[in-house]
């Protein structure tokens, strides 16, 4: 229970860190890296909640695909000009509040259902170390269940390669 | 503090939304807008995977496979529009692309 109590706080304040820098540094690729961080942190908040398949995905997907992704493209634009310009854009103060009213919002939302749902009682913890079945009830339910939406979604994941193609492509005069 | 109960990953996820809708909001740079919403959808995430726990039900984990779907298309949509208005505008900058603008 310890050991659970203090990954959650270790993890958790990798990602918090690691979000803070993402929306805060100046060069694009030290935020990419930090955003890199905060992912490997939700990937250890799964580890801990006993959901071993998604962390593995988050890996795997969030890290090794769409962060790629996101550092190849950092590459086609100049990071040398892009470190001097202005990070924020004008409107910043006003953001913050309308943030600050949305974390207002949240925040009686949760203290309020914490203890109306039963939400401030631990969920049962599975036991660190201990592999669980969880790929094999995931995988159970994703291609029982929700056969349809996961094929719906792989036309969408091909879709969304077509359009970014298309859209990337050079359009030369015909 | 201890022990770790469900309401401490909801206001983990709380917070790390309200982080990146700053982001969103604030930052000029269109690549770190789009890392911004990445945050927004990995706390949509750890919600759904902590009521997944909370409440025993693996339906919550198989909905954070869709979401990491549709943000692995959203990614691929946006840097591919990015790219094109990068080599059309010259520019990465969100304030700067105000063609559109009445």
Partial sequence: MLLDSLLFYAFAALVLLGAVLTITLRNVVHCAVWLIATLLGVAGLY?????????????????????VLYLFVIMLVPINEEV?????????WL?????????T????LVSRGAGAFGLSAAGPAP??????????????????????????ASILLLVAIVGAVVMSKVRTES | MFPVTTAHYLILSTTLLVIGTIGVLTRRNLLVILMSIELILNAVNINLVAFSNHLQNVNGQVFVIFVITAAAAEVAVGLGILIALFRNKETVHADEVDILRW
Avoid: P
């Avoid at chain 1, 580890?47 to 962060?67: H, K, P, R, S, T």
């Avoid at chain 1, 001097?84 to 910043?92: E, G, I, L, P, T």
């Avoid at chain 1, 919002?105 to 009686?108: D, E």
């Avoid at chain 1, 995931?138 to 094929?151: H, P, R």
């Fill in chain 1, 127 to 152: 036991e660190i170390g201990n592999i669980t079945q969880n790929s094999q009830e995931v995988g159970y339910v994703l291609f029982s269940e929700y056969l349809l939406a996961f094929e719906l």
């Fill in chain 1, 47 to 67: 580890l801990v909640q006993g959901a071993e398949f998604l962390a593995g995905v988050q890996v795997i997907v969030y890290i090794g695909g769409i962060m």
């Fill in chain 1, 95 to 103: 953001a913050v509040i309308a943030a600050a009213v949305l974390a």
């Fill in chain 1, 105 to 108: 919002q949240l925040g009686i």
């Fill in chain 1, 84 to 92: 001097r310009q202005r990070r924020f854009a004008q409107q910043k």
